[in-house]
């Protein structure tokens, strides 16, 4: 689709309304967005920035092949936070990025203080094993790496004969170190959320997580400088522009997926900060020069940010390849739209609208990212105490008026069409994470989870049909107590439009990695490349401030790192 150019003058003004719900909602579209300024890492390198934190490492006992023990800590809030790391020889028949995986080359816990010996031995024994570990509430993550080891071993190699990595290899991976999963909120006994949850520095959503990863990702770092510097007489620091464009690899798969589902008030504040901040930003009736110049910065840099994202999907890497497209074509509009007359973001973004969904969310985080001093305070909405309340006294009338409102969608879904409800959702036995059955095929849907909202609220609606208008929900669950949770959610969710996504989950053709990338998005992962339509691998961090460069001035300008610009 080609791009439109510049909208005829007064065709925008400054009451600018906030995208729709169900304009932004499909699954399908949702799986197209990309990291902003507000996704939880930019969040926690900021926090980071402001404390000027500085990283320790007062224990690192690795012998020469990198094996050993090592801890970093951290003081963020005005607390201490401490990385106890573990790296172990790993046959290379036992690496894999499945969850089924019981061994990896590195396992680590987020510790809540500075570790004792006592601690430290303690987590030694149980660590490594993961989810058959044992854990206390001092830890409040738990993660496991692998590494990428065609990049980490040449990394070692060439910096333990005095030369830097090779740019076409560094750019192609992008991490030393691929995580395969990080667990907080009391999983596995760690400690529950509602230990940090007020703690400055960590009580955004997932931050502790992402304080681990962080952290992971400078032991990366230091691991391959330690084992270079055993294998050549004149080994060298890997340059400085290397460092901070190296992140850390994430393998995902649909553990993640549900979490959106269970928690639609955090997916609601998720999705109307961003939103916000997009109307924030369009509503600027004039555009600063200085703004404008940072702004067409950003855009050569995010052109060679799409030039390194590289897949082995063909069907991804034919998208990716139209996206550079498009994008070419705006940077070439952009250049010619001159921002003295009036409401130049909000031009920018209507030009956008004439192309593909990927490439308007991709225009969103571009926009959002030189207005820091206007869209930064909406960080605080990542999390929520609100808890949802079953009303009892409510009409039955009035709670069909506010399903056929709000969820006429899943009224529209025909699911006595077998393919509607192919899909169901359950837990294994054997790891505790989701997984997705084929109902005709496979067994276990007795087990199913309640993930199907758009069938429950629609079971929910012929039900109340059947009830008399005037009877209350107290008197209507005395005969339908299965339907309670669902009553719960379709009342509370009427003052929460965007914590619904759009679309039954159920249906033979949803694709699940569209949910995998909207919520790596949120977190701030880049460089998406998916194995299939259940598992996908990102990078983190990457172009993030390092241990070295936290609280410079430029910290927080790593949106869509590309190498060339690390430097």
Not at 448 to 473: C, F, N, T
Request: hydrophobic share 40%; aromatic share 10%.
């Amino acid at each position: 689709m080609n791009l439109r150019g510049q909208p005829a003058p007064g065709e925008f003004g400054s009451d600018i309304p906030m995208r729709q719900p169900g304009e932004i909602m499909k699954p399908s579209r949702i799986g197209l967005f990309f990291p902003h300024r507000l996704s939880f890492m930019r969040v926690l390198s900021r926090a980071l920035n402001r404390d000027r934190a500085k990283v320790e490492r007062p224990v690192w006992q690795m012998d020469s092949g990198g094996f050993g023990r090592a801890v970093y800590t951290v003081v963020l809030g005005g607390h201490a936070y401490s990385l106890v790391a573990f790296s172990n020889y790993l046959e290379p028949e036992r690496r894999t990025d499945r969850v089924i995986a019981e061994a990896w080359d590195t396992t680590f816990a987020l510790f809540d203080g500075i570790p004792g010996r006592s601690d430290i031995a303690r987590l030694e024994a149980n660590v490594p094993k993961q989810e058959g570990g044992r854990f206390e509430a001092t830890e409040l993550v738990l993660s496991r790496a692998n590494k990428s080891v065609r990049l980490f071993e040449h990394v070692a190699d060439r910096l333990a004969n005095g030369m830097q990595p090779d740019r076409e290899q560094i750019s192609r991976v992008g991490y030393l170190m691929r995580t395969t999963a990080v667990y907080g909120n009391g999983k596995f006994g760690l400690a529950d959320r509602e230990v940090i949850a007020r703690r400055s520095g960590l009580s955004g959503a997932f931050q502790a997580e992402m304080l681990a990863i962080w952290l992971i990702r400078g032991f990366s770092h230091d691991l391959v400088e330690h084992v270079s510097s055993s294998r050549g007489k004149n080994p060298v620091r890997m340059a400085s522009h290397i460092r901070q464009y190296l992140g850390i690899g994430n393998s995902t798969g649909l553990g993640m997926a549900p979490f959106l589902i269970s928690h639609p008030i955090l997916l609601n504040n998720w999705m109307s900060a961003r939103e916000t901040a997009l109307c924030r930003v369009r509503s600027i009736a004039e555009a600063s020069e200085g703004t404008v110049a940072g702004f067409r910065d950003l855009l050569a840099r995010a052109k060679r940010h799409l030039n390194e994202w590289i897949v082995e999907d063909e069907v991804a890497m034919r998208r990716i390849i139209s996206l550079r497209s498009e994008f070419d074509q705006f940077c070439d509009i952009a250049a010619n739209t001159e921002p003295g007359s009036g409401y130049y973001w909000n031009r920018l973004f209507g030009i956008s609208e004439s192309a593909s969904w990927e490439f308007q969310e991709l225009c969103l985080s571009l926009l959002l990212e030189p207005h820091g001093n206007l869209v930064d305070d909406l960080e605080s909405w990542s999390s929520s105490e609100f808890e949802p309340r079953l009303d009892p006294a409510m009409r039955v009338s009035k709670l069909r008026e506010i399903i056929e409102s709000r969820w006429h969608w899943a009224l529209t879904v025909d699911f006595d069409d077998p393919e509607q409800r192919r899909h169901f959702w359950y837990v294994s036995e054997e790891k505790l994470e989701p997984r997705l059955g084929n109902r005709y095929r496979d067994e276990g849907s007795e087990l199913e989870l309640p993930i199907d909202v758009a069938y429950r609220i629609k079971l929910l609606w012929e039900s109340l049909g059947q009830a008399g208008r005037d009877e209350i929900v107290a008197e209507f669950l005395v005969s339908r107590p299965e339907l309670r949770d669902v009553v719960r959610r379709a009342q509370n969710l009427v003052r929460f439009p965007y914590g619904e996504i759009r679309g039954n989950l159920l249906d033979g053709a949803c694709k699940p990695i569209d949910l995998l990338r909207f919520k790596l998005s949120c977190f701030g992962a880049s460089k998406f490349d998916p194995k299939s339509d259940r598992w996908i691998r990102v990078a983190l961090f990457q172009g993030a401030p390092t241990f070295d460069s936290i609280g410079e001035a430029d910290a927080d300008d790593w949106l869509f790192p590309a190498l060339a610009e690390c430097q």
